[in-house]
């Protein structure tokens, strides 16, 4: 399985950014996906995850209510709304496939890593 990130860039302090991450196989349908993110001189850490269905969905304390991860298993992608973006934002975004149907949310449930996006937030 490959999985393609995409969607990073520089934006300012309250403004947005989708990313989406393709999968190569259509298998990633029947796992739950995630995104991690690892800022500068941090270790990776937890963003968002969602089950194949789509039906269950977890976020980390410090994006709940800003970001969103949504699927779409026709066109084997995940999308990751994050809107009022904030400088402490700022890491470099990997998606990721998870062992299990249900999502996981430390980096043990994943199996499968893309190659990751940087996303920097200007104050």
């Known amino acids: 399985v490959q999985l393609q990130a995409s969607g990073g860039g520089l934006v300012q302090a309250g403004g947005s950014l989708r990313l989406s991450c393709a999968s190569s196989?259509?298998?990633?349908?029947?796992?739950?996906m995630g995104w991690f993110r690892q800022p500068p001189g941090k270790e990776r850490e937890f963003v968002a995850a969602?089950?194949?269905?789509?039906?269950?969905?977890r976020y980390s304390d410090s994006v709940k209510g800003r970001f969103t991860i949504s699927r779409d298993n026709a066109k084997n992608t995940i999308n990751l709304q994050m809107n009022s973006l904030k400088p402490e934002d700022t890491a470099v975004y990997f998606c990721?496939?998870?062992?299990?149907?249900?999502?996981?949310?430390?980096?043990?449930?994943?199996?499968?890593w893309g190659q990751g996006t940087q996303v920097t937030v200007s104050s």
């Open positions: 990721a496939q998870g062992l299990w149907s249900r999502p996981a949310t430390n980096s043990e449930g994943y199996r499968y």
């Open positions: 196989k259509r298998t990633a349908s029947n796992n739950a």
């Open positions: 969602i089950s194949w269905r789509g039906d269950d969905t």
